[in-house]
Nanobody
Framework: QVQLVESGGDLVQPGGSLRLSCATS????????MGWYRQAPGKQRELVAL???????IYGDSVKGRFTISRNSAARTLSLQMNNLKREDTAVYYC??????????WGQGTQVTVSS
């Protein structure tokens, strides 16, 4: 059974940092492409970062240079280091794994609020 559980969301001031984690189970984390997405109120879910083909990272334009995606196969976790946070980064952040037995899976999300 595939499970993704996000944690690390919080209230942070502009310019601050947060690290999100996604604990995984039910599949081999190193074998699948994974990513972080976010959804702000009234907006569509958007790509934040992907890690594909093992270690190749792809970032949404709005987070390039500020966010870093990584995964730890031994700990079975996907992480997102977020630096220099801006108010427009406020959203629910979701962990995703693609194509496990032909199905994409999502976590329940973790809230990130950037506000002074």
């Amino acid at each position: 059974q595939v499970q993704l559980v996000e944690s690390g969301g919080d209230l942070v001031q502009p310019g601050g940092s947060l690290r999100l984690s996604c604990a995984t189970s039910g599949f081999s984390i190193s074998m699948y492409d994974m990513g972080w997405y976010r959804q702000a109120p009234g907006k569509q879910r958007e790509l934040v970062a992907l890690i594909i083909q093992g270690t190749r990272a792809i970032y949404g334009d709005s987070v390039k240079g500020r966010f870093t995606i990584s995964r730890n196969s031994a700990a079975r976790t996907l992480s997102l280091q977020m630096n220099n946070l801006k108010r427009e980064d406020t959203a629910v952040y979701y962990c995703n794994v693609m194509g496990v037995s032909g199905t994409d899976y999502w976590g329940q999300g973790t809230q990130v609020t950037v506000s002074s």
